[in-house]
């Protein structure tokens, strides 16, 4: 474990690749894959703070010697029983235990303490304090905790929530329908669903619940024209796809190949006909113009920093930086820019980042507003019933401008932002 903790805390790959391949070469038992799994992620969500309390200020010691003092202590957090300090022999450990409680007291405006008590980058905490004050920084803070669930999203044109929760049940997997999204599912995370006959028929597809509520929120009717901007491998353009029954046709736009592949097995798989995959090459790809006015349902979910994902992916927000922040912030706005282009009067634009950071999205949402005196917001009430915003509203947050911000929670593995625009003006 220290030699695969070593590895992961020091490699540019992603944590998974790097189980992966160690798993390959030691085969433990499930019980212990799970456990190392376990304790390797609880050491990269609190990297920061476990490392300050196993350093001494005034004590230098190697690598190898801090790393082994993290393993101990986040092995004697993990495992052992809430009576930790009785039971901790290991006079270092004891004190890094208790160096590492006191970061709890870590309080805004003290940005130090408050990075090493929830273990991110100085200025991102910052940057989180300013933009958003103290109560939603720490919201958004405490929402960055590894889920223990997956979300499955059943496919209603070929069939029903009820048989799909009885025949998980059969197989012995325990299940929960959404209160709020009729067709999704929990789920543990430690179910590979791929070994189920029901997801090799298309029946049910992975899909996080915020990620739906986006699909929920763009609402496309049958029969209708619908782009998919950024459709990446396609999940939007699928759950979209069940909404409108299979009808209509569904424009899925991506600039990769590889992506536009995998969502050609994917719709296969789900018997999904309407959807018409567009490789482009650039936004100024004449595919794009061919398309000007022409969709009643446009989505445009962006590339972005992915710091909703940080609770699952906690490697990231040591790689990002501010430059990489303004980079993605100058490129959203752009392609909502050209995506709304396609629009036609009278028809509805969602704009979707799995993003906190207001840059990518309040910031954005308001700039394009505007700039296009011709969009204007739709307000919330209008785009979900009274009961659905009391379900949901524990774990959102509505900007005054008509965007939204759910965050990473027991409903949602990630946290997703959503705006919701309709062009003005009668359609031709």
Known sequence: ?????????????????????????????????????????????????????????????????????????????????????????????????????????????????????????????????????????????CSGKRSNFICLRVNTGKSKVGEISKRLSLWGVENEVSPIISNCLYISNKIKISNFDAYREGLIEIQDFGSQLIVRLLNPRPYSLVVDFCCGAGGKALASSAMMKNTGLIYAIDVSQKRIDELNKRAKRAGVTNLCPLVISSLEDSKIENLSQRASFVLVDVPCTGSGTFGQFPHLKWQLTRKKLADYKENQSKILDKASSCVKKGGFLVYATCSIFEEENDIVTEEFLKKNEDFESVGWNDCFSAKVRKELAPWMVENGSGGALLYSSRVSKYSFYFHKFVRQGKSA
């Not at 050491?43 to 300050?52: D, M, Q």
């Not at 190898?64 to 300090?85: C, E, K, Q, Y």
């Not at 890094?96 to 130090?112: H, I, T, V």
């Not at 090493?116 to 920084?137: H, Q």
């Open 1 to 141: 474990v220290l030699r695969l903790l070593t590895k992961v805390l020091i490699s540019k790959r992603s944590p998974n690749v790097e189980i992966k391949e160690f798993f390959e070469v030691r085969r433990p038992g499930k019980g212990q894959r799970e456990a190392i799994v376990d304790i390797v992620f609880f050491v990269l969500h609190h990297k920061k703070r476990l490392f300050f309390s196993v350093l001494e200020s005034n004590n230098q010691r190697n690598f190898s010697t801090v790393i082994s003092g993290v393993l101990r202590l986040a092995m004697a957090i993990r495992i052992s029983s809430d009576n930790l300090p009785l039971n901790l022999r290991n006079r270092g450990t004891l004190a890094a235990f208790k160096r590492f409680k006191l970061f709890e007291n870590g309080f805004f405006p003290d940005y130090s303490k408050v990075s090493i008590r929830f273990s991110y980058p100085v200025w991102i905490v910052k940057n989180l304090a300013e933009k958003k004050g103290p109560d939603n920084a720490f919201r958004a803070l």
